[in-house]
């Protein structure tokens, strides 16, 4: 497995599998790796000879100074996981490397940013959109592949696809659980033992107000009851707790076809935030 830190190093690499016609594949990480992201790896591997995984904690997207600081990094570590996965190359460049000069440019993804994690971390999408691009743009990928635990990541990065006319294919992977059905998350590393013993409440109370949904309970009254069950576990502090539809991500008041509607959550638990959603 090559591990490149440069942008012409890495294209250096990449002109030579184009020349051979390979197909490649993109997952773009934050690094801190888990099974969620080597699940991407094994589909990338499935679909395309070229299988290529950045590792680079994006100082643009976080609007919390203490949660760049503190978010978990771990190159190493990353580089044996993805070797022993088979992954083809890593991307680890140096915040310099990705952002020579602050960037002036503004990525507005409108209402897809106006709720939920754009409500709550304003900025953040911008950040995401022009680092993701500078992927798309620096390996050229037939394929990119994101997990669906990123739901409303997801659905900015199909728009900024569309409208920026990458050339390639967006792979949306299922998200990837613990045995108690802690959606796995890189920020999961920072709980304490108390809080990640816990944490599971989350997937508990999604799973439960599916079914309530599903057995024809109406909306509002699905969302208030998770707000006082998580007002009743007093470790959580709910940032928000909707019910959306998949596309646009709007909040609905009733449900729609099947794979249409998705219930979403953040919350903190102690200093840490963690999101997770379920899509039926």
Do not use: W
């Amino acid at each position: 497995m090559e591990v490149f830190t440069s942008v012409k190093s890495l294209r250096n690499f990449l002109d030579q599998q184009i020349l051979q016609q390979k197909p490649i594949g993109l997952i773009p990480t934050m690094g801190a790796l888990h099974e969620g992201h080597i699940s991407l790896i094994e589909a990338s591997k499935a679909e395309n000879d070229i299988t290529i995984c950045s590792v680079f904690v994006n100082p643009t997207q976080f609007n919390n100074a203490e949660d760049l600081l503190k978010y978990p990094r771990t190159l190493e570590e990353d580089c044996v996981m993805l070797e022993n996965a088979g992954c083809s190359a890593v991307f680890a460049p140096s915040v310099e490397e990705m952002h020579p000069e602050p960037a002036v440019l503004k990525i507005n993804f409108g209402s897809l940013e106006s709720v939920m994690e754009g409500a709550s971390r304003p900025g953040h999408f911008n950040g995401v959109g022009i680092v993701v691009s500078k992927f798309f743009n620096i390996v050229r990928p037939h394929r990119a592949y994101f997990g669906q635990k990123d739901l409303q990541q997801v659905a900015v990065i199909r728009r900024l696809i569309i409208d920026l006319a990458f050339d390639l294919k967006l792979v949306v992977c299922p998200t990837i659980r613990e045995t108690d059905g802690l959606a796995m998350s890189s920020r999961n590393r920072r709980l304490s033992e108390d809080e990640r013993a816990i944490a599971p409440h989350i997937y508990r109370i999604l799973v439960s107000s599916k079914s309530d949904l599903l057995a024809g309970k109406a909306i509002n009254a699905v969302i208030q009851s998770a707000q006082e069950q998580f007002a009743g576990l007093k470790e959580f502090t709910l940032d928000y707790f909707e019910v959306v539809d998949v596309k646009t991500l709007m909040s609905i008041e009733s449900i729609g076809a099947v794979g249409s509607n998705a219930i979403c959550i953040a919350a903190f638990l102690g200093p840490v935030r963690l999101i997770d959603n379920v899509v039926f």
